[in-house]
């Protein structure tokens, strides 16, 4: 099992910042990725960033490009979405996910991230 725990949400204006943490415990060699989703009120979740654990490659929703950045620290099994230049529309609940051989298996509680006007 893995266990994840975010953090880092809260209320911004917009054009403000925040940084997500999620931070992995447990079984993390089992890890060959993370990612960040993001459910706002009456839409389907979505994927917004991912990265690889091993080589780093990520993945960027169209929605946030040149807006927010994901990186990963591996010695400290930490997983970060720094986001810049907030947007009301960016207003959802934020969860961390890991993936295992290629599928998300693993999802941390989530974190509210609210983008006033």
């Known amino acids: 099992q893995v266990q994840l725990v975010e953090s880092g949400g809260g209320l911004v204006q917009a054009g403000g910042s925040l940084r997500l943490s999620c931070a992995a415990s447990?079984?993390?060699?089992?890890?060959?990725?993370m990612g960040w989703f993001r459910r706002a009120p009456g839409k389907d979740r979505e994927l917004v960033a991912s990265i690889t654990w091993n080589v780093i490659n990520t993945y960027y929703a169209d929605s946030v490009k040149g807006r927010f950045t994901i990186s990963r620290d591996n010695i400290k099994n930490t997983v970060y979405l720094q986001m810049d230049n907030l947007k009301p529309e960016d207003t959802a609940v934020y969860y961390c996910?890991?993936?295992?051989?290629?599928?998300?298996?693993?999802w941390g509680q989530g974190t509210q991230v609210t983008v006033s006007s």
């Open positions: 447990g079984r993390t060699f089992s890890i060959d990725g």
């Open positions: 996910a890991a993936r295992s051989r290629s599928s998300y298996v693993y």
